[in-house]
């Protein structure tokens, strides 16, 4: 059972009509003054935290970038009004609020976090000290995993360590700042985090983030910030440092890679190793890959979950691929950078045409069709074991935030950065590769950048990080953009690089090295804000 999925709302009364009413103590409603009472309240205050990862909706940062990349294109509904055809071409939408989604829910939960930080204190801990500790470390983790969502997106942006008053108006802080601070609570984690190995966690703590995951998420925060901002260093904080941290999750955390590459996935097991999700085949969802994962029921979401966008559209008969809305086509160059021997390339892709299926793609209005879909996360038919009522609020399948191919990954990167090319460095990245191709013959034989980086891109396709990878390549340079981020297509006759054209996939890269890679700041939270933050370049020029 989920349990990290038990669901609360702390609400907050507000009080009007008399200045005596406004003095008076609430008695009869939990408001944030008097609920934090004891350590069940804690749990449930941290559960509550947790939950705002489950709003993720057809706005997420997985959609948004995918499209922006260059493994896929924008796709959904062709006539959606073209908002994802603006994501793939980085053009500038009209609608003034456009990308305010990840920005509320996200500041939301990082006022949830830091209400929390600031009234546990309320409780009496007595005889559950440690877990006031534990508590505080995986909160101050979603703390720095929310600021990183949004930086990611949108830059420099405000660190809140705080709850704000009404009149306060924060500014961006600075880069090295902002992560700092992001440091500083995870490293909180990883020394007071759970840190129970792979094997050895209490049932009851799966979905919590534990040590092993707030190093990882070190790593991957200390790559991002050197590539993209071009430093070696966060303050004193440098790669040797990060090496340390991902070096202790290789070595003692009890995580592994899976046996078979297509079982962390429900639709691939299905597709690739023989049906039956029931089976042993499939891994299932607490299986040592899993560093960290954000957890779904087979229950309808209130917030409609974002597996929905993921599939094609319309594709109730054709097992084992359920119904979707056509988010995020793949590009025939993703399909084509594979090896045909490397088991990665079906278990993350539908090729309709090597799979035989028929897909009437324009009665499905599908936009951007390629000819190719990804299969992580669709959602399975009615011929799978987990039948869904509703596709549209039925996500069930978690979401892998960090898996240990990554850890991997990160590790032979920090070690070539830091210089060590020794046979230990190289074993990390081949250790990846052995999997996909289930022998040595394929094995890199140099830990190089190109190596590394082209193994993440066919890794850890269609899972949100190619785009990141992308922007910290650059190292600062974001003409670079241009050439990977362009795409002409031969088959439409036109350039409809600078269109919301449904059908066409051309993308110009420079769009994209006109905004540094990032994405457009809602007009109304700036509004908000009072000038005090301006809108990311590239935009409203």
């Known amino acids: 059972m989920k349990k990290i999925l038990a669901f609360i709302i702390i609400g907050v009364a507000v009080i009007g009509c008399s200045e005596d009413m406004l003095n008076r103590y609430p008695t009869t409603s939990l408001v944030i003054e008097n609920f934090y009472k004891t350590p069940e309240d804690a749990t449930q205050a941290l559960v509550a935290v947790y939950n705002m990862n489950l709003r993720e909706n057809w706005w997420s940062s997985l959609f948004m970038t995918e499209a922006a990349g260059d493994d896929c294109a924008g796709g959904a509904g062709s006539g959606d009004g073209g908002g994802y055809q603006r994501w793939d071409r980085g053009l500038e939408w009209p609608d003034a609020n456009a990308n305010e989604n990840p920005w509320k829910v996200y500041y939301g939960a990082i006022f949830r976090a830091n209400v929390y930080l600031e ?6 801990w007595t005889g559950n000290e440690a877990m006031q500790i534990q508590y505080q470390a995986e909160v101050r983790f979603l ?27 924060p500014a961006r802080t600075p880069a090295e700042e902002l992560y700092g601070y992001m440091l500083d609570d995870l490293k909180f984690c990883a020394e007071n985090g759970l840190s129970a190995p792979y094997g050895l966690m209490h049932p009851n703590n799966w979905g919590h983030v534990t040590k092993w995951a707030a190093e990882a998420m070190i790593a991957r925060i200390y790559l991002f910030y050197s590539g993209y901002y071009n430093d070696e260093t966060i303050g004193d904080f440098g790669a040797a440092d990060a090496r340390a941290y991902i070096d202790d999750v290789i070595n003692n955390s009890g995580h592994d890679l899976v046996p078979e590459y297509a079982s962390l996935w429900l ?26 994962a954000i957890r779904y029921e087979p229950v309808g979401n209130p917030y409609e979950g974002w597996h929905r966008m993921i599939g094609p559209r319309y594709t109730v008969l054709i ?18 950078l594979y090896d045909n021997a490397d088991k990665r ?8 045409d090597d799979e035989g299926l028929v897909y009437d793609y324009a009665a499905a209005n599908q936009a951007q069709y390629t000819g190719y879909n990804n299969k ?15 596709f549209q609020s039925d996500g069930y399948e978690d979401f892998m935030i960090i898996r240990y191919a990554d850890v991997l990954l990160m590790g032979a990167e920090l070690h070539l950065i830091t210089g060590d090319n020794s046979a230990q460095a190289l074993g990390m990245l081949n250790k990846v590769r052995e ?26 396709a269609c899972e949100g990080l190619r785009y990141f990878d992308v922007l910290r390549s650059c190292k600062g340079d974001f003409s670079k953009l241009v050439p990977v981020l362009t795409y002409v297509d031969e088959n439409d006759g036109d350039d409809y690089s600078q269109s919301i054209d449904v059908v066409s996939l051309d993308v110009d890269g420079n769009n994209f090295m006109k905004t540094k890679g990032l994405f457009q700041l809602p007009q109304n939270e700036l509004d908000l804000m009072m000038g005090v933050i301006e809108q990311n370049p590239g935009y409203g020029e």
């Not at 703390?143 to 009404?166: K, V």
């Not at 992580?376 to 509703?390: E, F, P, R, V």
């Not at 996909?436 to 066919?458: C, K, P, Q, V």
Request: net charge negative; charged share 20%; with cysteine.
């Open 119 to 124: 009234y546990e204190s309320q409780i009496d």
């Open 143 to 169: 703390r720095a995993y929310f600021h990183f969502y949004l930086t990611r997106l949108y830059g420099e942006i405000p660190y809140l360590t705080r709850t704000l008053a009404p009149d306060e108006t």
């Open 267 to 292: 639709v691939p097991t299905a597709s690739e190793l023989g049906g039956d999700t029931s089976t042993s085949q499939y891994a299932g969802e607490e299986n040592s890959e899993v560093v960290w």
């Open 319 to 336: 097992d084992p691929y359920g119904n979707g809305w056509g988010a995020n086509p793949v590009l025939p160059a993703l399909w084509n």
């Open 345 to 352: 390339k079906t278990a993350t892709i539908l090729s309709w």
């Open 376 to 390: 992580k996360y669709c959602l399975l038919s009615s011929g799978g074991k987990l039948d869904i009522t509703n």
């Open 435 to 460: 999997r996909a191709f289930g022998d040595a013959t394929h094995n890199y034989t140099s830990l190089t950048l190109e190596n590394i980086m082209l193994e993440r891109r066919l890794e850890l």
